[in-house]
């Protein structure tokens, strides 16, 4: 490569646009480095801790699009306090005052204010992209600077965040001179929308191709917004109750029958169960259905419209299909990939839930799916093992039994070899959560055949130390591990601590350890910034006597090159 | 904190998150042995069902603990099943919807068409709680509450009160500072309850009828009687509104 010019050097890597990739390009050699980091415009940052915007930017000056994550995966299930960490401040801070040229920010798990957001939208003239996904400590307000002041927006997408809506016009504060939106979705917003604003904003932009609205939005809104954006690919429907004799009713389903570029559907956020034949016509164009928040429509239902849908390859559904609508998802839908299935009903499921069946049932219909989430009341190993061997493709599993610690419903047998099987005929297996009742033998299999494993969730599983000890030895690719509830000390965290260098965090909480096992451990990796999330007490650990043998409820460790950070609350102590 | 190395077998403990745990939250004990027999009653999900009336059943719940099969509302697991805290909002407002809409099919039947309807029921058609955001005074961490989950102003005090204020070993408290009985609603005690309605205007609570208030509630606040003169008719401040960012 010494016969190479830089500039075409630097041409051949434009082609190279996997981060991992770009990493592994930067450590050939010197050359390749600096030429790597001058053409490097897309950064991913895993763990907004891991480092900080001024190193960042020192590497990368010509950076465009970054992407941050900020709290660790169990926050989504209320396991993080709010005020833990997180601040996107800061970053927008350091960007905005090194003029590099944002065009794109992506953000999940992060605390955004509105203070953020306005600078953000002041700080860089050729800022294109917003997408916010679990993320909160924002308002419309925030949405509002957005809006007014990015004058080339092609993307405004928020995703299952916390946003406080204050009812006030974002939508209005879009100049009437921007017509260059790509993507909005705000479905995540409760409150009123200013329809009129939308549907303004809608047809002045002909490049809208994501369009994906709150609860506010009424039927016969929604069949104005769809007649004058025909080219639709991907839309979120908002409120949906209505009346089949209506005329909406009868305008929408014009308007749907011209969409027929629209590829991706979801939403129904309100729904009353009889109307969705109004989208059969287009269904057979769909690759994407997402109807996991529709709660009030009938599996019966749900049933019909999938029957259309003969391309799918993405599908999120709530239980209430039950195990015969699987099975007409596995007779109808053979190009899936993805299948996600999330309880519907907390009042300690129905007959409506499904089963180990429809698990089989998809498994052996559906030859490409490589993707699930499935939540069920039951499991047997016998299933597992079917299931393995029908779908040895599997990149992401996940499977959560709701009542924990459960056995195989036939046997009661923990699930230990339906698990086995998994891992050791998924080969590509890139992340794992199990459930239902697990001993350590199930960690020796994951030790042992998950090879490329690089994120499992593990809750109230195994018997000791050596079922984390497995995981830990076996696992070479681990990057997250996260453990709530099951009986892993100290032996085991501390077992190989350069372990920890390889991995971008380990979250552990009522386990085992103490905090005398954190304090060794952040002594022996100083690279390491071991927190101990203590709500309750504040000072309570430091004080007591025992403190030593004292258990850890909350323990959060990860690598980082940038020490110990200064803002964390009073609640988390950084050893 | 409260550790398994310190409680006895069989006591339940608090934390802070809720999950499903609708306004507190108890983590069951987990069988070491691995046995399946741990969890049986324990790990079944929360459930609408439970709550008639959270707020003194549950503070007697997390008492009583010895021996007997453990009460039903002790089963909350905090952050279980894994669902995403926007689902499940989803979730429990979409059950809510449910039994109000079942509530009323059963009533039509009875009732007169003429008759008013009920005024909760027809904010976007359903009755739209779930969880709201309570902070205290003096309190760093902010909590949330499932209004669904409680059915009048005593239930949500004592509520508040068990989440804030509670000094028993197994529960999470403040255990440094506040050790009186809380009577929120009564204008008795150190503390008043007050909530900022959809207008954005804080109030006492307890000024309407229930029903009235879950509709129009959009967070609650935990003040300090001395700040809270003249609530009724004062307008929130603009940095106070600041001040409360991010939560």
New interface residues.
């Given amino acids: 490569m010494n016969y190479f010019p830089d500039e075409v050097i630097e041409h051949v890597f434009d082609f190279v646009t996997s981060h991992k990739d770009r990493n592994a390009i930067s450590l050939v050699c010197k050359s390749w480095y600096k030429i790597e980091r001058f053409s490097r415009q897309k950064v991913f940052i895993g763990n907004c801790y891991a480092i900080n915007p001024e190193r960042l930017l020192r590497r990368f000056p010509c950076l465009k699009s970054l992407t941050l994550k900020g709290k660790p995966h169990?926050a989504?299930?209320?396991?993080?306090?709010?005020?833990w960490g997180g601040?996107v401040l800061p970053w927008i801070e350091a960007l905005a005052r090194s003029r590099v040229g944002l065009e794109e920010l992506r953000l999940k798990r992060m605390?955004?204010?509105?203070e953020s957001l306005e600078l953000l939208s002041r700080s860089f003239v050729n800022f294109k992209s917003l997408v916010l996904v679990?993320c909160?400590?924002?308002?419309t307000d925030g949405l509002a600077s957005i809006a007014a002041n990015c004058r080339h927006l092609r993307d405004l997408d928020l995703q299952?965040?916390?946003i406080?809506d204050?009812?006030g016009q974002w939508l209005s504060c879009f100049p009437d001179t921007c017509t260059t939106l790509v993507t909005l979705n705000f479905a995540?917003l409760e409150g009123e929308t200013n329809l009129v604003a939308l549907e303004r904003l809608v047809a002045r932009s002909p490049n809208l191709k994501s369009l994906k609205l709150n609860?506010?939005v009424p039927l016969d809104a929604l069949a104005r917004l769809m007649a004058c954006a025909p080219q639709i690919v991907d839309l979120g429907v908002g409120?949906y109750?209505n009346d089949p004799d209506s005329e909406s009713y009868m305008k929408l389903k014009a308007a749907i029958k011209k969409c027929t570029s629209l590829r991706s559907l979801s939403g129904f956020?309100?729904a009353a169960p009889h109307c969705l034949s109004a989208f059969h016509p287009i269904c057979h164009n769909l690759t994407s259905l997402n109807l996991?928040?529709a709660?009030?429509i009938h599996g019966s239902h749900l049933i019909k419209l999938i029957q259309h849908c003969k391309k799918l390859q993405r599908l999120w559904i709530l239980d209430s299909i039950g195990d015969k609508g699987l099975e007409v998802v596995a007779s109808t839908c053979k190009e899936l990939q993805e299948l996600r299935v999330?309880?519907?009903?907390?009042?300690?499921?129905g007959n409506t839930a499904v089963t180990e069946e429809g698990l089989v049932a998809i498994s052996a219909g559906c030859p490409k799916l490589h993707s699930i989430l499935y939540?069920c009341q039951q499991m047997t190993n016998a299933a597992l093992v079917t299931v393995a061997k029908n779908c040895p493709n599997f990149i992401r599993f996940r499977l959560?039994i709701?009542?924990?610690?459960?056995?195989d419903h036939v046997t009661?047998q923990?699930l230990d070899e339906g698990f086995g099987a998994i891992v050791k005929a998924c080969k590509s297996l890139r992340r794992l959560?199990h459930s239902g009742?697990?001993?350590d033998q199930v960690f020796l299999y994951i030790g042992m055949y998950a090879n490329q494993l690089e994120m499992l969730?593990i809750?109230?599983a195994?018997?000791t130390d050596k079922g984390m000890l497995y995981v830990l030895n076996g696992c070479k690719k681990m990057k997250k591990l996260e453990i709530?509830?099951?009986?892993f000390g100290d032996t085991a965290l501390l077992a190989d601590v350069s372990k920890y260098e390889t991995m971008r965090s380990l979250w552990m909480s009522?386990c085992?350890v103490t905090l005398s096992g954190c304090k060794r451990l952040a002594q022996k990796a100083p690279w390491l910034n071991v927190e101990i999330i203590?709500?309750?007490?504040n000072n309570?650990?430091e004080e007591n006597g025992h403190e030593g043998?004292?258990?850890?409820?909350k323990m959060y460790l990860y690598r980082t090159v940038v020490g110990t950070r200064m803002d964390a609350?009073?609640?988390v102590w950084i050893l | 904190?409260?550790?398994?190395?310190e409680m006895g077998k069989g006591e339940s403990e608090l934390?802070?998150?809720?999950?499903?745990s609708l306004g507190g939250g108890t983590?069951a004990k987990?069988?070491?042995?691995?046995?399946?027999g741990?969890?049986g009653e324990r790990?079944?999900?929360?459930?609408?069902?439970d709550f008639p009336s959270v707020g003194s059943k549950r503070a007697a719940d997390s008492a009583s603990h010895a021996g007997a099969s453990p009460p039903r509302s002790s089963s909350q697991?905090?952050?279980?099943?894994?669902?995403?805290?926007?689902?499940m909002n989803?979730?429990?407002n979409?059950?809510a919807?449910?039994s109000a809409r079942e509530e009323e099919e059963a009533g039509k039947k009875i009732v007169k068409d003429d008759e008013p309807k009920d005024v909760t029921k027809k904010v976007?058609?359903?009755v739209p709680v779930g969880f709201i955001k309570v902070n205290m005074d003096g309190v760093?961490?902010?909590r949330?509450v499932d209004l669904s989950a409680h059915s009048s102003y005593e239930n949500l005090s004592q509520t508040l009160e068990d989440m804030f204020f509670r000094t028993n070993p197994g529960t999470?408290?403040l255990?440094s500072q506040f050790t009186k009985p809380l009577r929120l609603l009564d204008g008795s005690s150190e503390f008043v309850l007050t909530y900022e309605d959809?207008e954005?205007d804080w109030m006492l609570v307890g000024d309407v009828p229930w029903r009235m208030f879950i509709t129009s509630v959009k967070r609650l606040r935990v003040m300090k009687t001395s700040e809270a003169n003249g609530l009724a008719a004062r307008n929130q401040e603009p940095n106070e509104r600041?001040r409360k960012?991010?939560?």
Avoid at chain 1, 484 to 487: E, L
């Fill in positions: 169990f989504d299930f209320n396991l993080v306090p709010h005020e601040f605390v955004v204010t509105d679990s909160e400590g924002f308002t299952e965040n916390e406080d204050h009812r995540c609860r506010a409120s109750e956020l309100e996991s928040y709660a009030e999330f309880p519907s009903d907390l009042l300690g499921g939540f959560c709701l009542e924990p610690n459960k056995p009661s923990p959560s009742l697990l001993t969730s809750a109230f195994g018997d709530r509830d099951s009986p009522s085992e203590n709500e309750n007490d309570r650990m043998r004292q258990k850890v409820d609350p009073p609640f | 904190m409260i550790t398994e190395l934390e802070l998150g809720l999950g499903l983590a987990i069988g070491k042995s691995g046995g399946g741990a969890w790990g079944r999900l929360l459930t609408a069902k697991v905090v952050g279980w099943p894994p669902i995403g805290s926007h689902r989803s979730l429990v979409n059950q919807t449910k976007n058609g359903k760093a961490i902010g949330k999470i408290g255990t959809k954005g600041q960012q991010p939560v």
